[in-house]
């Protein structure tokens, strides 16, 4: 039965029960007062936008979250020491969150201990985690949520700065007899505020994240973030989820309050993943409005504090589902039936839905929320939020450094070689094309159609193409199982449209990885999840606990994209065990393999066999690029996809209909230039690529060997500077011991006159702060030897100053 009480009713219940210290205490949460009657007040703003006759029926509250469904988009905030409020603490509360169908988040500072929480928990059950300077507690706080069968862990990050908590100061507050965390163990915590600010620690970065990974296999959420810049910062540092939180107060005048910036923050994650809004919620219609301005979910903390106090058990859960229930009233107000359907069209304020939504009309497109610029002009929440992210800005940076210093040696382009490309060879390449068109049999007027008319969606080549795939990579494929691409690059982005068949699956890739697969991704709001790479490739085990991992996450991984041989950016090279490894976990993982090799047959010496070719049961989907074995300029690349797809045809048919609607078909003035070289070394390309390949195998001999002189061992370890050695392709992997940023690169260019690309910005989840690209294709030989030693300069002046910093901090 619906309760007739509000939860003021229940907070002036628990006021009147509890010692007025303690109610201090909850009242003051871990937070600045003005900051968390901020909160409160920025949602009495929000208006929703009354609707009538929608005929939605009762409203669903039920939401999906980290693959698991709650009953309401709503989850207990993580609060210390439940036990102050009702003698059975957080065991109480974990019922009351199991009857009603919602998670709760237990504090690091909880009154009872994971192991029992969990035992009566019928919800998802998160841990809440403060870092400390003792990193060896955090690990066993978390190991310890882990094993209890927590399920995600909510990273307080903005701790550092929490708040004075005034009243607990003015009450001289410490914890009452037989209240005590009852998850740490060490350290005296009978006095909260002096607690934080003597054992959190103080100097934590991003990378706290890779370290929470590297003791957890626990998603990891953040809670403390404010502003669309750190939202974006977690999503590339692999956040799993975001908590909007103002929990510190922060001691910053005009911090805003969580409401206020969720549009903003909500916008930059672009669905990236869930974002959970934490402070001032106090009504259902709250809950809406959150929503509405863009979050998954919200936390509710105090409010449940307030019914254990004023009730135990049943009074939490009595809070909780006033909360369900005055939501179930604000989406039958706001004509919406079900969580999917809040968005920004609910505010009073915001966009106004096109017309109303008769049953059987489209839905009206929704206005991403966020800001729009000044005067009707377009702002950046205008636009798709791929275009705010840096992947898509990867080369901007680079490109501006290298107009800047154009006399700097340039390690960074990714070039082919050219010095043997004659500009008239290109008439001789579409002639040698026209006559085998003649020799076959064509017409001059189905010549003249091959070059000036739209072709065929799939490519009028691919019979060359098959052909030249039998002689030299030993792929034997049906012609029909080809599809001819605008570059390899088209070629991947139809892969992944076709693959992903909804939000929970997921694409994964190796880390370090190309930018123009994770750029792909992104523009198609595609998630990824990243498996280290190795020199020797990657770890098979790890990928089949990625693969785990994500299942248990609810999502569903689809295919593995690799470039095997010499790869974009590291040079490594997937051993042929590994090879082997691969296509056996991608047929018991039920996973496809995307491979990408544009590198080994412009390398020297016999090559690994591709993948493809060892394909027995047509898990890999090839991915080619022509443009280092032919040119860049034609834009010509291929897929073979050669799946059946049940009830259709092939899978290289599917990606044909995608094709049709996005480039509609391969310029067929470039595939018949591409034609004519293949046809010119007699439809291999070994020949063709003699003499860039004699360049590359030189480019890279002539950079290790300039490394080996002017960074010789002991000088080498004693710097703490490591390469490796591929034996091909293009680039190489170079470790140095400070941070290769964008501030790094400027002073390198600048001082030292040479470039090069950082090798985080090809890490797709965050990491790579050490090390460097080198790429060696484009440089003449004399250009290679004068950068290394160059760079050498760079490495020891920079090494000297990380020194000197380090010793002076
Ligand atoms: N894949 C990888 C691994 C690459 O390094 C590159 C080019 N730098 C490409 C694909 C691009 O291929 P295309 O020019 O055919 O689009």
Excluded at 226 to 242: M, P, Y
Aim: proline share 6%; glycine share 10%; with cysteine.
């Amino acid at each position: 039965m619906r309760s007739a009480l509000t939860l003021a009713d229940v907070e002036e219940a628990a006021r009147r029960r509890l010692d007025p210290a303690v109610w201090d205490f909850i009242a003051g949460g871990a937070g600045e007062e003005r900051t968390l009657r901020a909160n409160v007040e920025a949602f009495r703003k929000v208006r929703l936008r009354p609707r009538v006759l929608a005929g939605a029926g009762r409203p669903d509250t039920a939401t999906r979250i980290l693959g698991r469904t709650w009953a309401a988009p709503v989850a207990i905030a993580p609060v210390a020491y439940h036990t102050l409020a009702d003698p059975a603490g957080e065991t109480a509360t974990a019922e009351a969150a199991g009857a009603v169908g919602v998670p709760l988040v237990v504090s690091t500072f909880a009154g009872r201990s994971f192991e029992d929480v969990a035992a009566v928990a019928t919800a998802p059950l998160w841990a809440q985690v403060y870092c400390f300077r003792d990193r060896e507690e955090t690990r066993r706080l978390v190991e310890r949520a882990e094993r209890a069968g927590v399920e995600a862990l909510v990273l307080t990050v903005d701790a550092p700065h929490l708040g004075r908590r005034h009243r607990d100061l003015r009450n001289g507050f410490r914890l009452p007899d037989g209240i005590a965390p009852a998850n740490l163990s060490g350290a005296d915590y009978s006095s909260p505020s002096g607690h934080a600010a003597a054992e959190f620690d103080p100097a934590l970065d991003w990378s706290v994240v890779g370290w929470l990974r590297s003791v957890s296999r626990l998603p990891v959420l953040l809670k403390g973030i404010l502003s669309a810049e750190d939202a974006r910062q977690a999503v590339a540092a692999g956040a799993d989820g975001i908590v909007v939180s103002n929990h510190g107060g922060r001691q910053l005048d005009g911090v805003p309050a969580t409401l206020e910036v969720l549009a903003e923050v909500a916008g930059a994650v672009a669905g990236a993943c869930p974002v959970l809004l934490d402070g001032g919620v106090r009504r259902g219609a709250d809950v809406l409005a959150a929503l509405a301005l863009g979050a998954d979910a919200v936390l509710l903390g105090r409010p449940v504090l307030h019914g254990l106090a004023a009730g135990g058990r049943e009074g939490a859960e009595r809070v909780l589902r006033i909360v369900v229930d005055e939501l179930v009233d604000a989406m039958g107000l706001a004509g919406i039936g079900s969580v999917a359907e809040a968005g920004p069209a609910l505010l009073w304020d915001g966009p106004r839905p096109a017309a109303a939504a008769v049953p059987g009309a489209l839905a009206a497109p929704v206005a991403p929320a966020g800001s729009t610029a000044p005067g009707g002009g377009l702002g950046m929440a205008d636009l798709h939020p791929s275009l705010s992210d840096p992947v898509l800005d990867t080369m901007n940076f680079l490109n501006d450094i290298t107009r800047r210093y154009p006399r700097a040696i340039s390690f960074a382009p990714g070039r082919p070689y050219d010095e043997h490309f004659e500009t008239e060879q290109i008439f001789d390449y579409l002639r040698r094309y026209l006559d085998h068109l003649e020799e076959r049999g064509f017409t001059p007027e189905q010549r003249r159609e091959a070059l000036f008319q739209y072709g065929p969606t799939r490519g009028q080549i691919r019979e060359l193409i098959a052909d030249w795939l039998r002689a030299e990579e030993d792929v034997d494929v049906p012609v029909d199982s080809i599809v001819v691409t605008v570059g390899c690059q088209e070629a991947m982005a139809l892969a992944l449209r076709a693959l992903i068949s909804g939000p929970e699956d997921v694409m994964l890739v190796a880390s370090p990885c190309y930018v123009g697969i994770t750029g792909a991704a992104r523009i198609l709001d595609i998630r990824l999840a990243a498996v280290a790479e190795r020199e020797d490739g990657f770890d098979p085990a790890e990928l089949e606990a990625v693969v785990r991992e994500q299942r248990a996450l609810g999502r569903r991984p689809r295919a593995f994209y690799v470039v095997p041989d010499h790869a974009n950016p590291s040079g490594n090279t997937m051993s042929l065990a590994n090879r082997h490894a691969l296509l056996e976990l991608a047929g018991r993982l039920d996973l496809l393999v995307l491979e990408d090799s544009p590198y080994r047959l412009v390398s020297p010496g016999r090559q690994l066999p591709t993948l493809k070719s060892l394909d027995r049961d047509r898990r890999v989907v090839q991915l080619g690029s022509f443009s280092k074995t032919l040119f860049p300029g034609a834009r010509v690349g291929y897929a073979v996809a050669d799946q059946p797809v049940a009830g259709a045809g092939l899978l290289a048919d599917e990606l044909t209909k995608l094709k049709s609607m996005i480039t509609v078909n391969t310029s067929p003035l470039s595939q018949a230039a591409a034609a004519g070289m293949l046809l010119a070394g007699e439809g291999r390309l070994a020949e063709i690529n003699a003499e860039a390949i004699a360049h590359y195998e030189g480019a890279m001999r002539v950079t290790l060997k300039a490394l080996d002189e002017h960074l010789p061992e002991p000088r080498r370890s004693a710097l703490g500077v490591r390469w490796n050695k591929p034996s091909g392709g293009f680039f190489l992997t170079l470790n140095v011991p400070f941070r290769a940023d964008d501030a790094a690169l400027a002073r390198s260019a600048e001082e030292f006159g040479v470039i090069w690309t950082p090798m985080s910005y090809f890490y797709p989840l965050g990491g790579g702060e050490h090390a460097i690209r080198l790429s060696t294709s484009y440089p003449t030989h004399a250009e290679l030897e004068e950068g290394v030693a160059r760079l050498a300069r760079f490495i020891e002046s920079e090494s000297g100053s990380a020194s000197a910093s380090g010793s002076a901090s």
